[in-house]
């Protein structure tokens, strides 16, 4: 803590408010995502400090400052409930600057508050780093440098005892385009440095798992009616671009979690879901190839077409259920190729542990759907029949398709099956598989996204949260693993046309096709940003500069290259910067005579225009080493060849001589 | 004894190694002005602010390339780009002003000399936040475009004699303060610091007759030839100026006097005071007396002499002769 007297002078008012203004912009993502307590408070400190610059308010004691920021901590473990995660970190960061800005009265309290908001800035991408954001950092960075020039503007001689120059600070106005071209002139060196710094192909430390707090999309369980927000939710989740043509629709089921054990209200993956595949998937003629960039959802698996041969991506890994996941959360967009093969099948023989897996239901739970599944078995024996008459069911009994519907009780399959008969996938999964198992029918769950939407300008399939899905899978003898879809039976057009055609309408206030166009306009961009900029990683940077015919380097290699580069592209604003006017004008042994002046005038002997050349060189020639050519020398030849008659040889030799003298100090005068 | 020796030395050290730097910078380049500051005048390291914004950096850095956070890295990169130009603009700052004119006229032992600097800006841009540092001084200003101005450092002096002040320093950290660059000179001369006055000093040695000095009044005709007057009855012949009596049709005789009525000598071995300061003050405060009241007079010290003679050019070859010794 630092002391301040109470006679503490006030900061000039437009650095302060400036400093403020910075840690706001750039605090203001971190805010809105925090609980309302901790913002609302930290909001508090600002507007105090704000009246405390513009009503020059003696600073708080420092006791009370201790107190209110330790109570401030307390309040963000409480608030985010001890869980710690990125959020937590970002909310204690915050809560520090604020409370620095309770005793920011020096330049350098100014300085630190206006330096940490470009860490501020930089750890929001740990969250979001969609295109918008661009703009957030562009001004967060502004108006943060703004503020740095304004806090050096702060002269000492304003309250100090030296009173020379009271000069008005410049205007607000100009300090602002100031900071902005200083911003302009960074760009350069920032994409220069951004496309060559070498990258790490891995992560050398990983997030811990539970610091996962900004997780999004599909969940690792499913109960039936717990997450409706989410087909709501228009964001992308991916991105897919097809070496060729894109498969159907109909074959667009994006696997995820596989889900096998079922205890009344929740499926969960299997014990063995997470090892990896014995059987790999062959490549044949069916084969689709194609490169994914997946949105960060902080969980770790990947999504792939079913049934995923191999991918890229690192540390990545094919499991039991032909699910691809990676050894790591998913933090940033990452990009992979996949290749995929549809026709295969899974798994010809059932392990019996599998096979009691796949058929175990609670006994307790739902005994009309036991009891009709025990009736459909009696009526058809063979295992195909019978899951055509239930889709025939769904289809032609009243069952409907909704986002709206009732959250179930114990027997939630029940209740669907013969009382409400409305709800979306997850329903239909639930109850299809409770059914199918009620008969005898090994059975389970497959969650994932199914269809998206094809841009065409852009020639890529954009998946949204909204596609989220959850079909079936029953084992057929001889068949292995079979993909069951219950909710196409039961609403054919959302396997079809995607999610949009169901319960899309009154999602958005206005929902035009001119509107939905520029949406649509809008992820392309979208889509080209997280491909160039968010998905530039080692993998791309080696590709780019393989393009530029650069042979593949290792790290050391490509910082060399970073590093001349770097000087390449700071030639021209150094010499922007420091170039020493120099004419082209004149002869040439007056150009001579220009640079043995200018080694002379960075020795600190400046010619004056009065002066002629042999009075200068007498002038200087005792400060001089008499080295040949010494300097009277060339003056005496200078004024021959300039004012003489004109002869070429002895200015031949002259601009020789020049190129020879090379002015050293004399050392006996100096010291 | 031993105390003091262990005391002195890391001094004696330190300024050995401060006279190591200073040679340095002598022998790279001019550092007495006049001089244009040029890169070998100019030295740039960062500021303890550029040192906490790069750890910062390196945060960011590491934590964005961790996770591969390209707009993270985007900020990072941002950030050194701001850095290296902020490098750039504080040498530019500095760069191509002229220094002119370091001196300081000479004081009194006791008092503040003045150190006045002109810094001479040629160039169509202004120079924002310059700062003139001398030992705990600071002087901040800023030079407008093809704008000169002077700058005063205050020195305060003890001792009589030659002051060799050390090194000013130009320094600038435009435009955030995160490099600071600085350009190192000397002035162009010692100060001369004369005697400090005794504040109560004896009074003036009186006249010839008197111990310490001699008053000597003479008739007015004297040696020296005067002036030209009209002849009056009773000027010897030999005193008409017969040359000038025919160029100006009037008889005119020369006038002698002899020097002037009041003479003073001044003997350093012959003032009171009980050490050399204390009668070097004397004297110099005898002749500041005499200088106020338009007397001439005659400087003794030793061998040396100085005068007779009065005015301020005497007063100062007196007392820089003073601050000699």
């Known amino acids: 803590m630092i002391r301040i007297d109470r006679a503490t002078t006030h900061p000039p008012l437009t650095p302060v408010l400036l400093t403020i203004a910075a840690f706001l912009v750039a605090a203001l993502p971190h805010l809105a995502a925090m609980p309302l307590l901790v913002s609302l408070s930290i909001l508090l400190i600002l507007a105090w400090r704000v009246m405390a610059a513009w009503y020059q308010w003696a600073p708080i004691p420092g006791f009370l400052r201790v107190l209110i920021t330790l109570g401030l901590i307390v309040l963000v473990v409480v608030a985010f409930g001890g869980f710690w995660g990125r959020r937590i970190a970002t909310a204690l960061l915050c809560l520090m600057l604020a409370a620095k800005m309770m005793e920011m009265y020096r330049p350098r309290d100014l300085r630190m508050v206006a330096s940490v908001c470009f860490f501020l800035i930089a750890s929001q991408f740990l969250f979001n780093e969609r295109l918008l954001y661009l703009g957030?950092?562009?001004?967060?960075?502004?108006?943060?440098?703004?503020?740095?020039?304004?806090?050096?503007?702060?002269?000492?001689?304003?309250?100090?005892?030296?009173?020379?120059?009271?000069?008005?600070?410049?205007?607000?106005?100009?300090?602002?385009r100031g900071a902005l071209v200083l911003l302009a002139l960074a760009l350069p060196v920032a994409l220069t440095l951004f496309v060559l710094f070498p990258r790490l192909a891995q992560p050398i430390w990983g997030f811990p798992d539970q610091a996962m707090d900004g997780r999004t999309g599909l969940s690792e369980t499913m109960s039936p009616g717990s997450i409706a927000e989410l087909f709501l939710d228009d964001s992308p989740a991916f991105r897919v671009e097809f070496e060729g043509q894109p498969p159907p629709p109909a074959q667009r089921y994006w696997r995820g979690p596989v889900l096998w054990s079922f205890d009344g209200a929740t499926w969960r993956p299997a014990y063995f879901s997470d090892t990896a595949t014995r059987e790999p998937v062959p490549v044949n003629q069916s084969?689709?190839?194609?490169?994914?960039?997946?949105?960060?959802?902080?969980?770790?698996?990947?999504?792939?077409?079913?049934?995923?041969?191999?991918?890229?991506?690192?540390?990545?890994?094919?499991?039991?259920?032909?699910?691809?996941?990676?050894?790591?959360?998913?933090?940033?967009?990452?990009?992979?190729?996949?290749?995929?093969t549809p026709d295969f099948t899974v798994s010809p023989t059932l392990e019996s542990a599998q096979r009691m897996i796949a058929l175990n239901l609670p006994p307790d739970r739902n005994p009309r759907t036991r009891e009709h599944g025990a009736f459909l078995r009696a009526q058809y024996p063979d295992d195909q029949e019978l899951i055509n008459a239930v889709l025939r069911w769904f289809r032609e009994e009243e069952f409907f398709y909704s986002l709206s519907s009732a959250p179930l009780g114990r027997h939630g399959a029940d209740e669907f099956l013969f009382d409400l008969r409305t709800g979306y996938c997850e329903y239909y999964a639930s109850a299809f598989a409770i059914l199918m198992r009620a008969a005898g029918i090994p059975a389970r769950v497959v969650t994932g996204?199914?269809?998206?939407?094809?841009?065409?300008?852009?020639?890529?399939?954009?998946?949204?949260?909204?596609?989220?899905?959850?079909?079936?899978?029953?084992?057929?003898?001889?068949?292995?693993?079979?993909?069951?879809?219950?909710?196409?039976?039961?609403?054919?057009?959302?396997?079809?046309?995607?999610?949009?055609?169901?319960?899309?309408?009154?999602?958005?206030?206005?929902?035009?096709?001119?509107?939905?166009?520029?949406?649509?306009?809008?992820?392309?961009?979208?889509?080209?940003?997280?491909?160039?900029?968010?998905?530039?990683?080692?993998?791309?940077?080696?590709?780019?500069?393989?393009?530029?015919?650069?042979?593949?380097?290792?790290a050391t290699e490509i910082g060399l290259l970073m590093i001349s580069a770097l000087v390449l592209i700071s030639l021209p604003l150094a010499f922007m910067l420091l170039h020493e006017r120099s004419s082209r004008a004149g002869s040439e042994a007056q150009r001579a005579w220009q640079r043995a002046l200018t080694r002379l005038r960075r020795r600190g002997f400046a010619k004056s225009p009065a002066e002629t050349p042999l009075e200068f060189a007498e002038r200087v020639s005792k400060d001089l080493d008499a080295k040949i050519p010494t300097f009277p020398q060339l003056a005496g030849m200078y004024t021959e060849v300039h004012y003489g008659p004109q002869d070429h040889q002895l200015a031949a030799s002259f601009v020789n001589l020049v190129k020879r003298f090379r002015p050293v100090m004399n050392r006996i005068r100096q010291m | 004894?031993?105390?003091?020796?262990?005391?002195?030395?890391?001094?004696?050290?330190?300024?050995?190694?401060?006279?190591?730097?200073?040679?340095?910078?002598?022998?790279?380049?001019?550092?007495?002005?006049?001089?244009?500051?040029?890169?070998?005048?100019?030295?740039?390291?960062?500021?303890?602010?550029g040192w906490m914004l790069g750890l910062l950096m390196f945060g960011m850095l590491m934590g964005s390339l961790n996770f591969n956070n390209n707009l993270g890295l985007l900020t990072t990169f941002i950030v050194a780009g701001l850095a290296l130009n902020s490098m750039l603009m504080a040498y530019h700052n500095l760069r191509g002003i002229q220094v002119r004119r370091c001196s300081a006229a000479p004081v009194f032992a006791g008092e503040s000399a003045c150190i006045n600097i002109t810094f001479i800006n040629t160039d169509e841009r202004s120079r924002p936040a310059l700062e003139l540092v001398h030992g705990k001084q600071c002087k901040s200003f800023t030079l407008d475009a093809s704008a000169s101005g002077e700058i005063g450092i205050m020195i305060l002096t003890s001792h009589r004699g030659w002051l060799t002040p050390s090194r000013l320093r130009l320094q600038t950290s435009h435009p955030i303060g995160?490099?600071?660059?600085?350009?190192?000179?000397?002035?162009?001369?010692?100060?001369?610091?004369?005697?400090?006055?005794?504040?109560?000093?004896?009074?003036?040695?009186?006249?010839?007759?008197?111990?310490?000095?001699?008053?000597?009044?003479?008739?007015?005709?004297?040696?020296?030839?005067?002036?030209?007057?009209?002849?009056?009855?009773?000027?010897?012949?030999?005193?008409?100026?017969?040359?000038?009596?025919?160029?100006?049709?009037?008889?005119?005789?020369?006038?002698?006097?002899?020097?002037?009525?009041?003479?003073?000598?001044?003997?350093?071995?012959?003032?009171?005071?009980?050490?050399?300061?204390?009668?070097?003050?004397?004297?110099?405060a005898w002749l500041l007396m005499a200088e106020r009241e338009g007397l001439r007079s005659t400087l003794r010290l030793g061998g040396v002499e100085i005068g007779p003679a009065g005015g301020q050019a005497h007063a100062y070859r007196c007392l820089r002769a003073l601050a000699e010794l």
């Open chain 1, 136 to 176: 957030y950092l562009v001004i967060g960075c502004w108006i943060a440098t703004l503020a740095l020039t304004s806090i050096h503007q702060i002269q000492p001689t304003r309250y100090g005892s030296n009173d020379h120059s009271r000069k008005q600070p410049p205007l607000l106005r100009e300090s602002a």
């Open chain 1, 287 to 340: 084969s689709i190839r194609y490169r994914v960039q997946l949105e960060p959802h902080e969980r770790r698996w990947l999504l792939a077409l079913d049934y995923p041969v191999q991918s890229n991506m690192p540390e990545s890994r094919i499991t039991e259920d032909y699910q691809l996941v990676s050894r790591r959360p998913i933090t940033t967009l990452s990009q992979y190729d996949v290749i995929s």
């Open chain 1, 449 to 554: 996204y199914q269809g998206g939407f094809w841009n065409t300008a852009g020639q890529y399939l954009l998946v949204r949260q909204a596609d989220a899905h959850a079909w079936n899978e029953v084992w057929l003898e001889g068949r292995g693993w079979v993909r069951v879809d219950p909710t196409a039976a039961v609403a054919p057009s959302r396997i079809q046309q995607g999610s949009r055609s169901v319960g899309a309408s009154g999602r958005f206030m206005i929902d035009t096709d001119w509107i939905r166009n520029l949406r649509n306009r809008y992820d392309r961009v979208q889509h080209l940003w997280d491909r160039w900029v968010l998905g530039f990683d080692a993998d791309r940077q080696r590709r780019l500069l393989n393009r530029l015919g650069l042979p593949d380097m290792g």
């Open chain 2, 1 to 49: 004894m031993e105390h003091i020796g262990a005391a002195a030395n890391p001094s004696r050290l330190g300024s050995r190694l401060q006279n190591i730097l200073d040679h340095w910078i002598k022998r790279r380049a001019r550092t007495i002005p006049p001089l244009t500051i040029g890169y070998r005048q100019i030295f740039i390291l960062p500021t303890g602010f």
């Open chain 2, 178 to 284: 995160l490099f600071e660059g600085w350009t190192w000179f000397w002035p162009e001369q010692p100060i001369l610091v004369w005697p400090r006055p005794a504040r109560h000093p004896p009074p003036l040695p009186q006249s010839a007759g008197q111990q310490q000095g001699s008053r000597e009044h003479r008739e007015p005709e004297g040696e020296n030839f005067y002036s030209l007057r009209a002849w009056r009855s009773g000027d010897p012949l030999h005193r008409i100026a017969w040359k000038a009596s025919q160029r100006h049709q009037l008889l005119l005789s020369r006038e002698f006097r002899a020097e002037q009525a009041e003479h003073l000598t001044l003997d350093l071995s012959r003032t009171p005071g009980r050490d050399l300061e204390e009668r070097i003050s004397n004297l110099t």
